[in-house]
């Protein structure tokens, strides 16, 4: 009986750590945690019934269809090394070698070159184009540690027409945004640093090839899509997870932390919000309104995702699909070939693509209705890829606030925020809203994120 007392006692000795938030962020950040402090309390608060976030699959008519998320790279070690010590290796999946392949629409569809020879061959650019990148080791290096946007940055680097066409339909695929409308430090910090510390791109690229040496990264995602993943995660970490919670306040008093929302009050030591920027921003409203106003500033870039099912198509999609650029006018920001990219997308001898609609390029598309944008989504399918078939399944998935848009300024701000944060001992943000919107970066985020939580 004492002893049992004893042990109540020291159970409730323990830190009690919130997460609010249940995509990857929260869920990476609570496995660290635990990592490092097993005995820690956790628990964590997802608004929907499902956890995943922005990381969720769709079952639909033998089709698995992601409304985000597709899966990560292998060349950064964070989220397989994730995988790894989840105990979730077994539903690892590697993308097919037929991927590898992948085209750009700019005039029409081509393959996007992926060495010297095909690049100095590739119809994307003209001459004048691809002499304008070759000049690039030669081009004036920028002083200055002023932010620019990508499209700046572009044009100084590799000139206008590189600019137009592939970091445009990069950024697009990527960040669902435009070069002119996103930082190029906050969003490309990598290839920024290899103008700084090399002078050049192409130098940096070279000898970083050569000190590094390692194979380029494989796209990995999960068998049965990436909500098998969550959904194993989240069973193999020891913490409360308390679904459909919608938190609205988080106050704050000398016993430390209370969220509450119209049916909960609930206490805590520290706290961490794994939500969106505004999200955030609603939950900090009357805590810290200065700090709310910053985080309601950070932009979000809406897209839609079309999933197009054909139970045949004699289309051969041999690739990992195609980005537009902004100057081909088309109706989609890509086609993702999904199924040839992993086989389990699709049972048998079905196809599925999913669409990309909207981002910064047409914000207002994204949000329109879904008839709207599964007419986008065929309209598109069919100028890029000659594919006039009615389809057998169709499903759309509207993320009106989609991806964060790291905007000129957002390292700065976000420098703000941190600032403000740091100085109420026990709040912690960390989201794809901040440092980094990829799988890995959110991992690696959330391991730096835990590690300071726990003092490790
Ligand atoms: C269409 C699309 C495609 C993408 N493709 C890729 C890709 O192929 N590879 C890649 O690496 N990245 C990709 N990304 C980016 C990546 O998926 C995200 O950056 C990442 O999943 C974000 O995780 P997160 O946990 O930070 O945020 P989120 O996934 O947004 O999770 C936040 C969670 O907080 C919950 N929440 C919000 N408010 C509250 C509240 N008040 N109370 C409780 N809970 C709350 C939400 O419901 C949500 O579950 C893609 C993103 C999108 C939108």
């Known amino acids: 009986m004492k002893r049992g007392k004893e042990e109540e ?39 929907e019934s499902e956890l995943g976030g922005k990381m969720k699959t769709i079952k639909r008519d033998g ?90 940055f572009g044009y100084r680097r590799v000139g206008k027409e590189m600019t137009d066409v592939f970091l445009d339909a990069m950024v697009a695929g990527i960040y669902a945004s435009t070069p002119a409308s996103i930082s190029a430090p906050a969003a490309f910090p990598l290839v920024v640093k290899l103008e700084k510390e090399y002078g050049s791109l192409f130098k940096g690229m070279i000898k970083k090839r050569k000190k590094e040496a390692g194979p380029g990264g494989v796209l990995m995602s999960f068998k049965g899509g990436v909500s098998t993943f969550i959904k194993k995660l989240s069973q193999n970490i020891d913490i409360d997870i308390i679904k459909d919670i919608d938190i609205k306040t988080l106050q704050k008093d000398e016993k430390g932390f209370i969220l509450q929302n119209e049916n909960l009050k609930m206490r805590f030591d520290k706290v961490i919000l794994s939500t969106p920027a505004y999200e955030s921003a609603k939950i900090l409203k009357d805590l810290m309104p200065k700090l709310s106003n910053e985080l309601a500033d950070i932009e979000y870039s809406p897209i839609s995702i079309v999933g197009v099912g054909y139970d045949t198509l004699s289309h051969p999609l041999k690739g990992f699909g195609l980005l537009a650029t902004t100057r081909a006018k088309k109706s989609v920001l890509g086609v993702l070939w999904d199924s040839s990219i992993f086989t389990d997308r699709a049972k048998e001898d079905k196809k599925l693509l999913r669409a990309m609609i909207g981002g910064q390029r047409d914000p207002k598309l994204a949000l329109q209705d879904n008839e709207t944008l599964i007419n986008s989504a065929l309209k598109g399918i069919k100028d890029t890829m000659g594919i006039d078939k009615k389809p057998d399944t169709i499903y759309v998935k509207k993320h009106d606030k989609g991806i964060p848009n790291y905007r000129v300024g957002h390292i700065k701000r976000v420098e703000n925020i941190m600032n403000m944060v740091d100085k109420i001992e026990g709040l912690y943000l960390n989201s794809n809203a901040y440092k980094g919107i990829g799988l890995n970066d959110c991992v690696s985020n959330s391991k730096l994120c835990a590690k300071e939580v726990v003092g490790a």
């Open 9 to 47: 006692k020291m159970k409730t000795n323990h830190e009690s750590i919130a997460i609010v938030g249940g995509g990857i962020s929260g869920l990476a950040t609570a496995f660290y945690i635990k990592q490092y402090k097993p005995e820690t309390k956790i628990t964590l608060f997802e608004k």
């Open 63 to 152: 089709f698995l269809i992601e409304e985000g998320s597709n899966g990560f790279l292998s060349n950064k070690p964070d989220t397989l090394e994730l995988v790894k010590l989840s105990g979730c290796e077994d539903i690892l999946l590697k993308s097919s070698d037929e991927a590898r392949k992948r085209f750009i629409y700019d005039k029409k569809l081509e393959v996007l070159p992926e060495s010297p020879k095909a690049f100095l061959t590739t119809p994307l650019l003209s001459l004048k184009g691809k002499i304008r990148v070759l000049y690039e080791p030669f081009a004036p290096i920028k002083r200055d540690n002023k932010d620019e946007s990508l499209q700046e």
